[in-house]
Each structure stands twice: as C-alpha cells, then as structure tokens.
C-alpha cells in the first residue's frame, strides 16, 4: 500500500485522538482507498489474540468509547452520517459501524469507524499469557 498524503495522516491522527480506551487499546490500523475522488477510509481498533494458558487462540476486542461530536468536528464539512448497528452478512467486510461522509482539507471522505477490527486484519497485538505481556504484532 502506498503511503497516505500528510493531510491524510493528519486527518487519521485526529479521528484516532477521539478514540478514548477503556482498558489497554489494542493498536489502531487505518485502511484507505481512493475510490474515483472520494477516498474511503475505516479506522478501527485491532484485535488481541490470546497466546497461551486455557484461552489459546481467542481473539478479544479492546473496549473503547468514541467522541462522535470530536469526530464530527474533524471535518470541514459533514454531508451525512450514520450507524450501522449489525452487520449486513458474510459480504459485510467493516460490520456495525459508524458512517460520515464530509469534506476534510477541500478533499472528499467517506470514513467508517467500526466498533470491532474487520475480520480480514490480523490481530495487532498478542497477549503472551505464560510470560504476562502484550507483544504488539502491527
């Protein structure tokens, strides 16, 4: 994947400052695609896999509140927003989340906050039971 523009990053590190953890946040990946002129950009909160002990192998969500006035306000201009609450079904890829589309830096952007990781990341942590540690993966 080819580096994002800095206004791009930017744009991401403010959204990501509105992610406020509840427990130890798991790292943050960023997925964009610029699709036409409109870039598309889901901002999540990774999985942590188990490694170890009686829950080898379960995939746990960090818990975290969202800003959504603090993300709102990131943009310029919000032309729509929305949240997804289920998902649509096995093509769904992002799942419940939460949807604005508006313009940031004179550059359009449908951003999507979902409230898991896509299933399609790897986990971006790992917690190594048996030596008591989080090991960042990404």
Known sequence: MVAPPSWLATFADQVAAQIHPIDVLAPLGCHY?????????????SKTEVIGGPKDGRLKNSRFQLDIKGVLETFDAVE??????????????????????GIYAGHPIWLRLPATAPQQFDPGRYAVVHERRWKEVW
């Not at 997804?84 to 989340?97: R, S, T």
């Open 80 to 101: 729509s927003c929305a949240w997804q609450p289920m998902g649509l079904g096995e093509e769904d890829e992002v799942g419940p989340h939460l949807s604005i589309e």
């Open 33 to 45: 695609h610029l699709d036409e002129e409109v870039w598309e950009v889901t901002l999540f909160v």
